[in-house]
């Protein structure tokens, strides 16, 4: 299936949890338990199954990630660099960063799973491990910086979010799965394909109900940039990394399409609990994944 093809699907069903919390079909407060379950239990199942079943053989896996890590500290720098030309206060500031940066791997996963080979599903999958903790790391450091948090940030607190967190542990369990095979037996690996089934799906759900049009108003010159960043720039820095280190075609796909997924919801939480500026940050999730599968297909279509 093509990648224009393979984003319907996805557009729709997120399109569908967006019109599922409209019209109440599902009560508010279950959507939070849903997303938990999602993130807690059904993910990590989907990581370690992928990775684990993985060959990635003529795939480049190792340039491929060192190129995803560079193209994150790549976008970083420059972000930074733009802050005196963006004049804006520091909340507004890290939510311009965060948007630049975040990308919600489960659409990527998705449309991988759909229109991309089981190796290069995996890649995606790979990827989630050396790239949330970074992501997280640089995200709190510019907010402890620039945020409007009364007091200091702990450190301890963010380090063991980090290391426990779900998608990471998936990550690591798929890569030791490939490493020691009797981590796979059949039972499972079955249970494992089961459940990850569910994962995609209620997620995506869960993405169109958090998406909230209202927070698209707020700060439009500083919308328009996070989302020129995201959705422009970053994949173009991704790409030139890519063929810097020349990856193959099938690697410069999946390094596209992490440069230019949309907004995680992720940092609009983290906004609000470290001072950024949420509004901002709702935004900019909401437009980007709108946005995303315009502009997604372009740069995957410039690769082939």
């Known amino acids: ?3 224009f093809s393979g984003l319907i699907p996805i557009a729709a069903t997120i399109a569908l949890g967006w019109v599922v919390r409209r019209t109440g079909l599902v009560r508010l407060d279950l959507w939070a338990g849903i997303n938990k379950l999602g993130y807690l239990v059904l993910l990590p199942a989907l990581l370690f199954v992928t990775i684990g079943q993985a060959s990635l053989e003529g795939i480049a896996a190792g340039g491929v990630v060192v190129s995803a890590v560079l193209g994150f500290l790549a976008m970083a720098a420059l972000i930074v660099m733009l802050k005196p030309l963006l004049r804006t206060d520091g909340p507004s500031f890290t939510s311009v960063f965060q948007g630049g940066l975040r990308w919600n791997g489960f659409v990527i996963l998705a449309l991988a ?6 190796d290069q599903a995996a890649l995606v999958a790979i990827i989630f491990g050396p790239t949330v903790p970074l992501i997280n790391i640089l995200c709190v450091a510019v907010l402890s910086v620039w945020g409007a948090h009364e007091g200091d940030v702990s450190v301890s607190r963010v380090a063991l979010r980090i290391v426990t967190n779900p998608l990471i542990i998936g990550c690591a369990a798929g890569a030791a799965a490939i490493a020691l095979p009797w981590l796979q037996p ?15 799906p209620l997620i995506l759900l869960a993405i169109g109900a958090g998406l909230d049009f209202s927070a698209i108003g707020a700060k439009p010159g500083l919308l328009s940039a996070s989302v020129v960043l995201k959705l422009l720039i970053a994949p173009a820095v991704f790409l030139g990394i890519g063929v810097a280190f020349s990856l193959p075609p099938e690697a410069l796909v999946v390094l596209a399409a992490i440069g230019g997924a949309p907004g995680a919801a992720s940092a609009y939480v983290l906004a609000k609990e470290l001072g950024g500026d ?7 999730v909401t437009v980007t994944t709108m ?14």
Do not use: C, K, N, Y
Not at 113 to 118: I, K, P
Not at 291 to 304: G, K
């Open 1 to 3: 299936m093509d990648v």
């Open 113 to 118: 799973q759909v229109s991309l080979s089981v």
């Open 186 to 200: 059949p039972l499972v690996v079955a249970t494992g394909e089961l459940i990850g089934r569910a994962a995609l």
């Open 278 to 284: 949420a509004e901002l940050m709702a935004g900019h």
């Open 291 to 304: 946005l995303a599968f315009v502009s997604l297909p372009f740069w995957m279509w410039l690769v082939s």
